[in-house]
């Protein structure tokens, strides 16, 4: 069975950093494409970022130079390195496993808040 | 910069027929942007309902369609039912294979 497990979100003063972890179980992330998505209150969806399994990583613009999406094969795990974060940044983050050009499965979220 | 177009918000009766549609500001959409839809209701994760333009997830009801209506992407609903009530987003993939973009969303409601 498929599960994506989010963790690391909190509460971070502008300017900090975090870094947030997805464990993936039942495929390899690896040997799939991996994504962030995030979630603003009360907004939409977003697109983050995406490694594949090339190890080529993109970014949406608003994160370039500031977000690092990567991943651990032996712990099977996926990681969004987020540094300088801003005020806008508070969301909900989704990692999801995508196949074919749309994402199957997703994790549950975990929460970034980012206030003095 | 590309935008995604959705309707903000729709209504349908219980057992009406809605669609909902996906636009892109600087092309048609077409099967190679691999439109895919998803539901969210409040508070959870999203759920793939269709992808690659008109492919069901699993488990998804077949009263759930996807296609392609002129230039635009579309998620039909035939016999909408209350617990249909959520948010739908489409996402499109760019051709570069560098990014996707989300639409705005759809607030469904059924009454």
């Known amino acids: 069975e498929v599960q994506l497990v989010e963790s690391g979100g909190g509460l971070i003063q502008p300017g900090g950093s975090l870094r947030l972890s997805c464990a993936a179980s039942?495929?390899?992330?690896?040997?799939?494409?991996m994504s962030w998505v995030r979630q603003a209150p009360g907004r939409g969806l977003e697109w983050v970022s995406v490694?594949?399994?090339?190890?080529?990583?993109y970014y949406v613009d608003s994160v370039k130079g500031r977000f690092t999406i990567s991943r651990d094969n032996s712990k099977n795990t996926l990681y969004l390195q987020m540094n300088s974060l801003r005020a806008e940044d508070t969301a909900v983050y989704y990692c999801?496993?995508?196949?074919?050009?749309?994402?199957?499965?997703w994790g549950q979220g975990t929460r970034v808040t980012v206030s003095s | 910069q590309t935008v995604v177009t959705q309707e903000p918000s729709v209504s349908v009766s219980p057992g009406g027929t809605v669609t909902l549609t996906c636009a892109l500001n600087?092309?048609?959409?077409?099967?190679?942007?691999?439109p895919s839809w998803y539901q969210q209701t409040p508070g959870q994760a999203p759920r793939t309902l269709i992808h690659?333009?008109?492919i069901r997830s699993s488990g998804v009801p077949d009263r759930f369609s996807g296609s392609i209506l002129g230039n635009k992407a579309a998620l039909t609903i035939t016999g909408a039912q209350a617990d249909d009530e959520s948010d739908y987003y489409c996402v499109l993939y760019m051709r570069s294979g560098t990014s996707w973009v989300f639409g705005g969303g759809t607030k469904l409601t059924v009454l």
């Open positions: 490694i594949y399994s090339s190890g080529n990583t």
């Open positions: 999801a496993r995508g196949v074919r050009g749309y994402y199957d499965f």
């Open positions: 690659s333009t008109n």
């Open positions: 039942g495929f390899t992330v690896s040997g799939s494409y």
């Open positions: 600087s092309d048609s959409v077409s099967t190679s942007y691999y």
